[in-house]
């Protein structure tokens, strides 16, 4: 019920569609939303970024893609700053560390220029404007192996040498 409006029918709040949130161990559900904070609570300067759910060894792993701006940092130690803040804004994977002892994060920090480039070649290729920016939530293998093509980095450099 809602006390403010003196509505006393259930309420429901939406927070995602089902296809946007990341599932580990049915234990938690990760949202789009929930991801953000932690990363904004890290304090991290960064472009962008985009996290799914991965299979490594038959365990579910949430593999963050993230461009840093100007501060490098190390992915273990993003890892470990992005952990603990999941652990503060979602009970359930607080629940996920301290209950069952699993760690599922796992970072990898792309190159400078990586979304922009993204970004770029999709409005080459005729792409709608709405469409251009990869999903941030379970992007598909062909949007994560754009963002971290190795030819994309040789390219760039070939491009800056000439």
């Known amino acids: 019920h809602d006390e403010e409006t003196q509505v006393y029918l259930p309420q429901m709040v939406f927070e995602a569609r089902a296809d946007d949130l990341i599932d580990i161990a049915g234990f938690t559900r990760i949202s789009e939303k929930t991801v953000a904070q932690a990363i904004a609570n890290t304090g991290l300067n960064y472009e962008d970024w985009t ?43 607080y629940d996920l560390d301290s209950m069952m002892d699993i760690h599922p994060l796992e970072v990898t920090v792309l190159r400078p220029g990586t979304f922009a480039d993204y970004y770029r070649e999709k409005m080459e290729a005729g792409v709608e404007l709405s469409q251009r920016k990869p999903p941030r939530i379970n992007a598909p293998d062909n949007v994560i192996s754009q963002l971290v093509c190795p030819k994309r980095e040789e390219a760039i450099r070939i491009k800056v040498a000439i």
């Open 51 to 93: 996290i799914r759910k991965e299979v490594r060894q038959d365990k579910p792993i949430l593999h963050l893609y993230i461009e840093l701006n100007s501060e490098r940092k190390p992915a273990a130690e993003i890892a470990s700053l992005l952990h603990r803040e999941m652990k503060k804004v979602d009970r359930f994977y």
